[in-house]
């Protein structure tokens, strides 16, 4: 069974600080995805990843960055975490293998609160 | 801009009833999935669709893709408690290559015994 796995269950930072997430993958997926999730808002895409070192922008980049350094592991930094914020952050992988599928499989979930 | 449309946004209903869930665009996937997220959970993916007209059957749940690959339906019949959750659905735009999903916005359903 494919197996993703983030950091924290639950996080809780102040204004200002650093926020560092982890995800990891154990299939040797290609793909890797940054969602965040709000009630009444879906998931939205933060970033996403297709490679090693490679990554493009979702719908809502703006005060995150994202690093894949290796292909298990892909990383959200929040750079100056902000009370907007907070919210529930998923990721995700998928395989290029899939076809046209791209069948995503997720974590469990990240819940930030920022205060 | 939301691609995909997702009907209702929530659902209250009794064991036993029927139900369906609509997922529309005015945009061509090559597929759509669906995938079912309870509390405190990442989504799970039930189905993936591919093929216009596709019909699949999961025991109670049948998912439907539109024949021109535009929308999705899921219909559950008879209803139960387990079947409570926020239900997804999500497409792979015509001529992907990098695999990025779009999602709805989901149907929060609750089912009561």
């Known amino acids: 069974d494919v197996k993703v796995t983030q950091s924290s269950r639950y996080l809780v930072k102040r204004t200002g600080e650093k926020v560092f997430l982890e995800c990891v993958q154990d299939?040797?997926?290609?793909?890797m995805f940054w969602y965040r999730q709000d009630p009444g808002l879906g998931l939205r895409l933060i970033y996403f990843?297709?490679?090693?070192?490679?990554?493009e922008k979702g719908d809502i980049p703006e005060g995150y960055s994202v690093s894949r350094e290796k292909k298990e592991r892909f990383s959200l930094i929040l750079e100056s975490a902000s009370t907007n914020q907070t919210s529930m952050y998923l990721c995700a992988s998928s395989s290029i293998l899939a076809g046209d599928s791209y069948e995503q499989y997720f974590g469990p979930g990240t819940r930030l609160t920022v205060t | 801009t939301q691609l995909l449309e997702q009907s209702p946004q929530f659902l209250s209903i009794q064991e036993g009833e029927n139900l369906t869930v609509y997922c529309n665009s005015s945009?061509?996937?090559?597929?759509l999935q669906w995938y079912r997220q309870e509390p405190g959970e990442g989504p799970v993916l039930l189905v993936t669709v591919v093929t216009g007209g596709e019909v699949k059957k999961l025991k109670r749940l049948t998912f439907q893709f539109g024949d021109a690959r535009k929308d999705s339906s899921l219909h559950i019949t008879a209803a139960q408690p387990g079947d409570t959750g926020l239900y997804l659905c999500?497409?792979?735009?015509?001529?992907?290559?990098?695999?990025?999903?779009?999602f709805g916005r989901g149907t929060q359903l609750t089912v009561w015994p």
């Open positions: 990843s297709y490679d090693v070192k490679m990554k």
């Open positions: 945009s061509v996937f090559s597929s």
């Open positions: 999500a497409g792979v735009a015509r001529g992907s290559t990098l695999g990025r999903l779009y």
């Open positions: 299939m040797d997926h290609e793909n």
